[in-house]
T-cell receptor, first 117, second 114 residues
Framework: ETGVTQTPRHLVMGMTNKKSLKCEQHLGHNAMYWYKQSAKKPLELMFVYNFKEQTENNSVPSRFSPECPNSSHLFLHLHTLQPEDSALYLC????????????????FGPGTRLTVL | GDSVTQMEGPVTLSEEAFLTINCTYTATGYPSLFWYVQYPGEGLQLLLKATKADDKGSNKGFEATYRKETTSFHLEKGSVQVSDSAVYFCALSAGGGSQGNLIFGKGTKLSVKP
């Protein structure tokens, strides 16, 4: 499925810039996720939103600030990042949590390749 | 805590070769198990899944069987194609208060040569 879109696809920013990543899903899902994918490291879950409420924050530094205005949109606001934050940032969505039959089936966007100079 | 361990890559095979990518897990309760695939320049896509012991997930010629006794979910394909070149991730769904959250292995890069 290609129902999850992310913009921009590529982003280069300086350490003092402020930028935002956007994710949009057209699948009618109620849960949305931000992941960080770095080379040679496991995929890292950053934030989880369920029905617009944040349900998980995996000790992510405060320079990453998520926002979920509705169940279809998810943002990741970035400020004063570090070079080690350079990575592929993936957004995903899933059907309503608690539905065991579909639990764990997440649909991913193509990601935003972020480079921090 | 829950975790997934999969074989390190990269794996390089010739077209039509047999593929096995090993995956073992540690989990409390009864997790669901997944294989996701990431083609170059794309996000992850669900390849197959199994929700209980002895279930076999299958898709596009790939198969994996949920083995509770060995806590394994190895991915197999009888004859790989060049188009199967991608990174493959084993994952499990965490139970309890994190229903729906996935825990991923590190990924195994597969390259298939013509």
């Amino acid at each position: 499925e290609t129902g999850v879109t992310q913009t921009p696809r590529h982003l280069v920013m300086g350490m003092t810039n402020k930028k935002s990543l956007k994710c949009e899903q057209h699948l009618g899902h109620n849960a949305m996720y931000w992941y960080k994918q770095s080379a040679k490291k496991p995929l890292e879950l950053m934030f989880v939103y369920n029905f617009k409420e944040q349900t998980e924050n995996n000790s992510v530094p405060s320079r990453f600030s998520p926002e979920c205005p509705n169940s279809s949109h998810l943002f990741l606001h970035l400020h004063t990042l570090q070079p080690e934050d350079s990575a592929l940032y993936l957004c995903a969505s899933s059907p309503t949590m608690g539905d065991k039959r579909r639990m764990g089936t997440q649909y991913f966007g193509p990601g935003t390749r972020l480079t921090v100079l | 805590g829950d975790s997934v361990t999969q074989m390190e890559g990269p794996v390089t095979l010739s077209e039509e070769a047999f593929l096995t990518i090993n995956c073992t897990y540690t989990a409390t309760g009864y997790p669901s198990l997944f294989w996701y695939v990431q083609y170059p320049g794309e996000g992850l896509q669900l390849l197959l899944k199994a929700t209980k012991a002895d279930d076999k997930g299958s898709n596009k010629g790939f198969e994996a069987t949920y083995r509770k006794e060995t806590t394994s979910f190895h991915l197999e394909k009888g004859s790989v194609q060049v188009s199967d070149s991608a990174v493959y991730f084993c994952a499990l769904s965490a139970g309890g208060g994190s229903q729906g959250n996935l825990i991923f292995g590190k990924g195994t890069k597969l390259s298939v040569k013509p």
